[in-house]
C-alpha cells in the first residue's frame, strides 16, 4: 500500500489530558505511535506519504447528541505496525480533543447510555477486554476479565448488562488422537470451511450476555452454547451484526446456521432473536433465503431494520432496505421501487425515519426513508463517499472520501449543506499537489452508456504525452466510486506521471442490478469488451500515447488483466495482476467460499451439461496463455484463501516458460490485501518500477 521523506515513526510524550498509562511505569515515547510531524520536499504522494495519513474511522455520537467520538490510526514504517487512538469533537467542528495517547491501540469506542463513560477495546492486560474512561480520558479502568478476550461489545440501554461476542475453540472429534502429541503439526479435517478468507477455522465466534453494575462485568452466558455456528458473520462482519431491543430484553444476532459443506455452499444468513427473560430464540427471518444482516432496534421499540439479500447463494444481490414492525410482525420492503443498494442503517430519534447510504454513479450518498408516507429522498449530491450516517442532535454525521481526500467527518444537514468538523491531515494534504478528476460518459461496444473517470497527473499539461493505465476493477460486483484507498490509489498513480482510465463497467454497483448481474457467468465477455472500449475511447485523446499503455488490477481485476494478457491484440505494453484468478478449474476447487463459485460461474467444471459453467471454464485465463507476449509483474499472498497463492505462481511460471518478461512478488504473512506498512511501501515501489521500465 501506498523525494524521501522521514519515516513516518514519530512519537510524542504522553500529554497531562492524555489517557492514564495502564501500569505504573512510564511510557517510554519510542512505544507511542502517534501523529506524524512531516515537511515534504516535493509536492507529489510517495509511498511513504501514503502510509503517513491518520485513517479515521468508526464515529459514535454521544446520547446527549452533541459530541461524536472517533478513533484515528497513525502507522510506524519503522516499527511495522500502527496504532489506534481516540478523539471526540463537537458536533459543530469545535472543542476537537485526543482523549487518548498510548502504546495499546482503542478499538469498539461507544458511549455508556447514559454519557458518563466512554468503553472501549484494549490489548492493555494482555487480552482483548472492555475498559471504561470519563469523556476526557481520565480514569481508564478495566471492568472485563474474560478468559481468552472478546472481539466486540455492547452495552444494553438499561446499562444493566452488555452483550460481547468472543471465540469458543471447536471440538473436531479427533482429539484423542492427539493426546500424548504435544508438538505434532498435523490437521486433520473431514468437511469445508476448515479455512477462511487468512486463517485456519479453529473457533466459533458466539454472542454472549453479562450483568454489568457500573463497574465491573460479571455472570457471563454464551447464548449460543453447544451450536456449532459464527455470529456475526465471518470474515468481515462485526459487532453491528449483534443489537438490543430498546427496552433491554432481547438480544438480535445475524448468523447462518449451517455447518461445514452446507455452510460453505449458503449465503443464508437470518436475525435471531434471544429473550433475555425466557431464554428462548427464535428466526425473525425464516424462509428469506439470502444474506439477512445488521439487525437495528428504533428507539421507541417498536421497530427492527436490517439489510437483506433475496437470493441464497448470490453475495452481491441487492441490498434491500427491510423493517420488521416488532408489534404486528408485518415486514415492510422499503427499498422495493429504489434499484440501489441500501447499507449503514440509522433510525431518527423519533423512530419516523431510517438514514441510510447508497451508490449511485460512482459516488455514496445519503438517503432518508420516511416510515409513514414510504418516500426515499436523496440529501447529499456530489462526487464523494458517504460511507457511514449517524444521527446527531440537529444534524446527520458522515464519514466523507474522496479519490483525494482520506475520510473526514462532516455535519450534515437534511437539506444536504455538508459541514467539514475534522482535519486530521489537514496539513499533509495542504503540501500536496493533487490530480484532477473528470467524470465521462462513452458508449460501449453494444451501445450501452458507460461511466469512465479518468483521473489527471497534477500539472497536468494537455500538450505533452502521458503514459495511460486501464484500471480493472476488483468484485468482480461492487462499487468503482470515490475511494481513496491505501493500496490501489489513484493519485499516487497519478503523481508518478500516469494518467489512470477507470471504467465502470459491466459488474459495477450503482447502475442498477441488471448492469450488476450481467458479468455472473459471463467474466470474459461484455466486462472485458468494456474495459478494451474504455481504453480505446480515451486514448483517442492527444495527450495519451497509445504506445505506453498498461493495465492493471486486483482479484477480479488480476482476472482481468490475466484474460487481457491474452487477447489485447496488442495494445498494452506492460501488465500488474495482484491476487489474480489464473485457472477456473483450479480456482474452483481451491477457495473456500463455494456459493461465490457456483453462483458467478454456473457450476463446477465436472457439470459437462452445464452450458454456463462451460463457457466459463473454456475462456479461463490460463487456456490463453500461449498468446502471452507482454511483460507482466504478478503479486500474491501466502494467507490469501480467496484466490490462492498457486493462482499467481502458476501464472508466473508460464510467463517465464513462454519467455514473458515477468516478475514475481511474493507475500509470505499477507493476505488478499497487503496490510502492513513496510511490505505495502515495497508494494508500491515494485509497482512503479515495473510501469516506469516497460512505460517510460
Known amino acids: 500500500m501506498k523525494s524521501k521523506i522521514h519515516w513516518i515513526a514519530i512519537v510524542f510524550l504522553m500529554a497531562m489530558f492524555s489517557c492514564e498509562a495502564p501500569v505504573k511505569e512510564q511510557i517510554a515515547k519510542e512505544d507511542v505511535i502517534g501523529k506524524p510531524s512531516i515537511t515534504l520536499n516535493s509536492d507529489r504522494m510517495t509511498p511513504e506519504v501514503l502510509w503517513s495519513f491518520g485513517r479515521l474511522s468508526d464515529p459514535q455520537v454521544s446520547p446527549d447528541g452533541k459530541t461524536v467520538l472517533y478513533g484515528v490510526s497513525y502507522y510506524s514504517i519503522d516499527k511495522n505496525k500502527g496504532n489506534r487512538d481516540l478523539y471526540t469533537v463537537s458536533t459543530d467542528g469545535s472543542s476537537l480533543a485526543q482523549i487518548c495517547e498510548t502504546p ?41 476479565h474474560i478468559d481468552g478476550g472478546i472481539t466486540g461489545f455492547k452495552y444494553s440501554p438499561d446499562q444493566s448488562k452488555v452483550l460481547y461476542t468472543k471465540e469458543v475453540v471447536i471440538e473436531t472429534g479427533f ?16 468437511d469445508l470451511m476448515y479455512r477462511h478468507w487468512d486463517h485456519w ?37 462485526g459487532i453491528e451484526q449483534v443489537d438490543w431491543s430498546a427496552d433491554s430484553k432481547v438480544v438480535a444476532y445475524t448468523c447462518k446456521k449451517l455447518y461445514g459443506k452446507a455452510a460453505t455452499l449458503s449465503t443464508n444468513s437470518d436475525i435471531y432473536f434471544y429473550n433475555l427473560e425466557t431464554g428462548v430464540t427464535k428466526n425473525m427471518t425464516n424462509g428469506m433465503m439470502g444474506f439477512d444482516v445488521a439487525p437495528v432496534f428504533s428507539p421507541d421499540g417498536n421497530f427492527m431494520a436490517w439489510e437483506s439479500m433475496e437470493r441464497d447463494g448470490y453475495e452481491s444481490d441487492k441490498n434491500r432496505l427491510y423493517i420488521l414492525n416488532l408489534k404486528t410482525g408485518d415486514m415492510t420492503y422499503a427499498t422495493e421501487n429504489f434499484d440501489q443498494n441500501a447499507g449503514s442503517i440509522s433510525w431518527s430519534a423519533d423512530s419516523k425515519t431510517i438514514y441510510f447510504t447508497s451508490d449511485w454513479h460512482g459516488a455514496f450518498q445519503m438517503y ?67 490530480g484532477a478528476t473528470e467524470e465521462r460518459w462513452i458508449k460501449t461496444h453494444d451501445g ?109 481485476g488480476g482476472y482481468a488483466v490475466f484474460y487481457l494478457a491474452g487477447n489485447h491484440e496488442g495494445r498494452f505494453k506492460a501488465f500488474i495482476a495482484h491476487d489474480g484468478i489464473f485457472n ?49 509483474l504478478i503479486i500474491h499472498g501466502e494467507l490469501d484463501y480467496r484466490v490462492v497463492v498457486t493462482q499467481g505462481m ?10 514473458v518478461p515477468a516478475e514475481y512478488l511474493y507475500f509470505p504473512d499477507e493476505n488478499h490485501w497487503v496490510l502492513k506498512p513496510q511490505n505495502g511501501i515495497l508494494w508500491q515501489r515494485t509497482f512503479f518500477d515495473w510501469l516506469d521500465k516497460w512505460l517510460k
Not at 500538450?463 to 490509489?489: E, I, T, V
Request: glycine share 8%; charged share 20%; aromatic share 12%.
Open 104 to 144: 495499546k491501540s482503542e478499538y469498539n469506542a461507544v458511549w455508556r447510555p447514559d454519557g458518563k463513560k466512554i468503553g472501549f477495546l484494549s490489548y492493555e492486560s494482555g487480552s482483548m477486554q472492555i475498559w471504561e474512561m470519563n469523556p476526557d480520558g481520565s480514569s481508564r479502568t478495566q471492568i472485563s
Open 175 to 190: 482429539e484423542h488422537l492427539y493426546e500424548g502429541l504435544p508438538k505434532a503439526s498435523g490437521r486433520l479435517m473431514n
Open 201 to 237: 477455522v479453529d473457533t466459533y465466534s458466539h454472542v454472549f450476555i453479562a450483568d454489568y453494575d457500573g463497574n465491573t462485568v460479571s455472570n457471563d452466558m454464551d447464548i449460543m452454547k453447544g451450536e456449532k455456528y459464527q455470529a456475526p458473520l465471518k470474515p468481515f462482519g
Open 368 to 434: 432518508s426513508f420516511d416510515l409513514a408516507s414510504g418516500d426515499i429522498k436523496q440529501i447529499t449530491e456530489g462526487l464523494h463517499d458517504f460511507r457511514s450516517v449517524a444521527v446527531a442532535a440537529d444534524v446527520l454525521i458522515g464519514a466523507k472520501q474522496t479519490m483525494a481526500q482520506p475520510t473526514e467527518l462532516y455535519a450534515v444537514t437534511l437539506a444536504g449543506d455538508a459541514t467539514q468538523i475534522t482535519f486530521t491531515n489537514e496539513d499533509l494534504l495542504s503540501q500536496l499537489n493533487m
Open 448 to 556: 450501452e452508456d458507460m461511466q469512465v473517470f479518468v483521473i489527471y497527473p497534477p500539472d497536468f499539461d494537455k500538450n505533452k504525452k502521458y503514459p495511460a493505465l486501464l484500471y480493472c476493477k476488483g468484485g468482480p460486483q461492487g462499487p468503482l466510486s470515490q475511494s481513496f484507498h491505501y493500496r490501489w490509489n489513484y493519485q499516487i498513480m497519478a503523481a508518478n506521471d500516469y494518467i489512470i482510465v477507470a471504467p465502470a463497467r459491466r459488474g459495477v454497483s450503482g447502475f442498477g442490478q441488471a448492469w450488476q448481474e450481467q458479468i455472473s457467468g459471463d467474466y470474459h465477455g461484455k466486462s472485458m469488451q468494456d474495459y478494451l472500449t474504455a481504453i480505446d475511447v480515451v486514448s483517442q485523446e492527444a495527450f495519451i500515447d497509445n504506445d505506453r499503455l498498461g493495465a492493471i488490477g486486483a482479484s477480479a
Open 584 to 632: 477456473e478449474e483450479a480456482q474452483y476447487l481451491e477457495t473456500e467460499e463455494m456459493w461465490f463459485e457456483n453462483w458467478d460461474k454456473g457450476g463446477p467444471f465436472w457439470e459437462k451439461d452445464n452450458k454456463v459453467a462451460q463457457e466459463v471454464y473454456k475462456h479461463s485465463p490460463h487456456k490463453y496463455v500461449q498468446n502471452w507476449d507482454t511483460p507482466i
Open 650 to 659: 502458476t501464472a508466473f511460471n508460464a510467463a517465464i516458460l513462454r519467455d
